[in-house]
């Protein structure tokens, strides 16, 4: 499998991993990777059947997909990094801080969830995308990640409807059956990476509640609530998720 990655920044900085959500793509970060670009390295790189990464067919694991970011890293020789993740980015980050512990320095996980069911609702999805493409979740996914305010908007119209139309529709597929079986709600008590959890006031996807019994399980978590932002909070709110990450990965402990 090739992983695309773009990696941009202060050679010899530490480096911050930057994994997308389903249906998006490495430049879901266009926004972030300017402002932590000067104090670190940003190493973004699209899910596997998402962008430029090839993919098996489906189903996929959290299993995988952490396995896809543990390998990058070896072949870049990064032994140990910080990770931002949107959505099932965030999904496979708290995969890693679960089962690689010593791999993932700090976490931020952006309007995610450690129990996203019904599973039925994911396969029925999946299935889907696999009959109809990912054309068909263009109109139904726009709305979910972003307020009324932009939803409507061109260039959000044509940068992010282009970006799940153009998403492979395996990749998309094999990306839901990984939601659908995850199960990361009985190890959240044991990440030790100091977690800083983002949750979209207005997300209808991952509701703020999910957020919430993150950061309640994850010891020492803080939680932040932007709004107005719906799904893709970091796209809606970039400055304040700019300021709050850099100021999360960069300060003293
Ligand atoms: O349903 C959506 O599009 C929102 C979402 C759930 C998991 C993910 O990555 O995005």
Redesign the pocket.
């Known amino acids: 499998m090739n992983v695309n990655y773009e990696l941009t920044g202060p050679d010899g900085a530490p480096v911050v991993v930057l994994s997308n959500?389903?249906?998006t793509d490495l430049t879901l970060w266009d926004e972030q990777v300017p402002a932590l670009a000067q104090e670190l390295q940003v190493l973004r790189y699209d899910q596997r059947g998402h962008g430029g990464t090839t993919g098996k067919p489906g189903p996929y694991t959290l299993k995988q997909l952490g396995g896809d970011v543990l390998a990058l890293l070896n072949t870049l020789g990064i032994r140990r990094a910080h990770f931002a993740g949107v959505?099932?980015g965030g999904m496979t980050g708290m995969w890693l801080a679960e089962n690689a512990p010593e791999r993932i320095d700090r976490l931020a996980l952006i309007c995610t969830s450690a129990d996203?069911g019904p599973a039925s609702m994911w396969r029925d999805r999946a299935s889907v995308v696999r009959n109809k493409g990912t054309q068909a979740m263009v109109e139904p996914?726009l709305p979910?990640?972003f307020t009324p305010e932009l939803v409507g908007r061109a260039d959000i119209v044509e940068k992010f409807g282009g970006m799940l139309a153009a998403a492979d529709d395996e990749g998309y597929a094999g990306c839901c059956e990984a939601?659908a079986d995850m199960d990361l709600l009985p190890k959240l008590g044991e990440i030790t990476a100091p977690t800083l959890v983002f949750a979209g006031a207005e997300d209808p996807?991952?509701p703020p509640s999910h957020a919430e019994q993150i950061a309640a399980a994850v010891a020492g978590a803080r939680l932040e609530v932007l709004s107005p932002a719906a799904?893709l909070a970091n796209a809606e709110q970039p400055e304040a998720v700019n300021r709050l990450l850099l100021d999360h990965f960069t300060r003293s402990l």
């Open positions: 959500s389903l249906g959505s099932l996203l996914s979910r990640w939601i996807a991952t799904h």
